[in-house]
């Protein structure tokens, strides 16, 4: 076994180890939150996992970025091709497995991703471009200070290594093969890579073109186990859960908000109706929405570690759009922040207590929620949905800041005294004004069900 099949298998393994405590350490986070309710039939998130995840069916909105971003998303999707190759060549100690096995096709597919490789090297380029030099307004609000900023521009910088990479190995390989074919399979005629070799290696010996094309093969894979391991902390998660995003988001009508049964309960009992007994309702004394990460869906917290952070919603909020504090990536961000704080601490700070002889085990670390997002920042939503309907993967944050007003104003009694008149009138007189709701009246003749 050669020492460079030796170092690959250990880093290989080194990689999948690493990698394995830091998609697990994700898995549970987003378990730390409460169960969620499949909504919708199961054929129709599977379509929107076809048109919107796989497809990027809503990405077109903005047909610019949009086509940037396929050119990135299918050069990505066809280098995984030759990654396999690389990583059973790095296994076994072959060199262009598949070039004898494929024959012609191989030619084809690797053309492809030379192709698509350049197509994204100029996307990217555009990309970094948009960032930094032409710097788009929703690349420059203030939760993107900082980190966030930086985390786009390691990836794409990420991208820029990764083809050179592969055009070093594709470039020096094509060169050696007419060298030293008995040790390096015909590939057949690579046009982007042969220009490139022959422009930057032409007339280079056959030892040094041996050790451009091994750094460019490790380049490559380097690249991609950095990019794997960098996944878990960066906000281009999104490639691996996108897909189930979709699939678990709401396939419910946008405006719809989730009812809460003991409201529901009450509401009927306050019109004569039976209460509803099928639904969910605790006998204790309910908080209701949301104070911490462990009291929203998983639902909600996947789609924190699955946003993209692009701003889209953000740039369609009309609160935002007035000078309001409220961004709803904001929000995803602060959620996704605050689960990670809570699951770096959640076995120092759990607390076990007896309630009715069981053993129950609540998280608290003195902090929550609003330590990340304030009062002012949910109560300036409109709840007009501009943002769900923005976002390209079905995200919606409008359910979470519904869920903390609920908390703010039925747990804790501290909405906006600007509110209270509506509140105490609602009770009242069932009207946002101070007269009774009478707009109904005309129906009391009416032989009609109410």
Same mark, same amino acid.
């Given at each position: ?17 690493? &990698? ?60 995984? !091709?030759?990654?396999?190759? !690389? ?202 929405? #949301? ?94 949905? #501009? ?21 703010? !104003? ?25 007269? &009774? ?14």
């Amino acid at each position: 076994m050669a020492i460079q099949q030796i170092i690959f298998i250990g880093l290989l393994a080194v990689v999948i180890w690493l &990698a394995s405590r830091s998609y697990g350490q994700i898995l549970r986070n987003i378990r730390l939150g409460k169960p969620s309710k499949l909504e919708g039939e199961r054929m129709v998130r599977l379509r929107n996992v076809a048109l919107i995840a796989f497809g990027q069916q809503k990405m077109f909105k903005r047909i610019i970025p949009a086509l940037l971003h396929l050119c990135v998303y299918v050069a990505f999707i066809f280098t995984q !091709i030759e990654l396999i190759e !690389i990583i059973i060549d790095g296994s076994i100690g072959s060199h262009r497995l598949f070039a004898p096995l494929l024959g012609g096709s191989y030619t084809i597919v690797i053309n492809t991703i030379e192709v698509l490789s350049i197509l994204a090297l100029v996307a990217t380029l555009l990309f970094l471009w948009r960032r930094n030099i032409m710097r788009l307004t929703r690349f420059e609000k203030p939760e993107m200070a900082g980190w966030p900023k930086n985390d786009a521009n390691i990836i794409l910088l990420g991208e820029i290594v990764l083809i050179i990479g592969i055009f070093m190995m594709n470039g020096a390989d094509g060169l050696l093969q007419a060298l030293r074919p008995s040790e390096y399979p015909a590939t057949g005629t690579l046009w982007l890579s042969s220009v490139f070799a022959n422009s930057f290696f032409g007339g280079v010996e056959v030892s040094t073109l041996i050790i451009i094309e091994r750094i460019g093969w490790w380049l490559h894979i380097l690249a991609v186990f950095g990019f794997f391991l960098y996944l878990p902390i960066s906000k281009h998660l999104h490639i691996l859960l996108g897909f189930p995003n979709t699939y678990f988001a709401r396939n419910t009508p946008k405006g719809m908000m989730s009812n809460m049964p003991e409201v529901m309960n009450e509401v009927r009992s306050m019109m004569g109706l039976d209460p509803d007994n099928g639904s969910d309702v605790s006998a204790e004394i309910p908080e209701f929405g #949301a104070k911490d990460i462990v009291d929203l869906d998983q639902r909600h917290l996947l789609a924190a570690y699955s946003c993209t952070e692009c701003g889209r919603c953000t740039s369609v909020c009309p609160a935002n759009l007035t000078g309001k504090k409220l961004s709803p990536r904001k929000i995803m961000m602060d959620v996704r922040d605050r689960m990670e704080e809570v699951g770096d601490k959640w076995s120092d700070h759990l607390i076990e207590e007896k309630s009715n002889g069981k053993v129950e085990r609540r998280f608290d670390d003195g902090r929550s929620l609003f330590d990340y997002i304030s009062a002012e920042e949910i109560n300036a939503c409109t709840s007009c949905n #501009a943002c769900v309907e923005a976002c390209p993967l079905l995200i919606n944050p409008l359910d979470i800041i519904l869920e903390l007003r609920r908390y703010e !104003i039925l747990t804790r009694a501290a909405g906006p005294a600007e509110w209270m008149p509506m509140f105490t009138t609602l009770e009242n007189s069932g009207a946002v004004w101070q007269v &009774a709701a009478e707009r109904d009246d005309w129906t009391n003749d009416l032989k009609v069900e109410r």
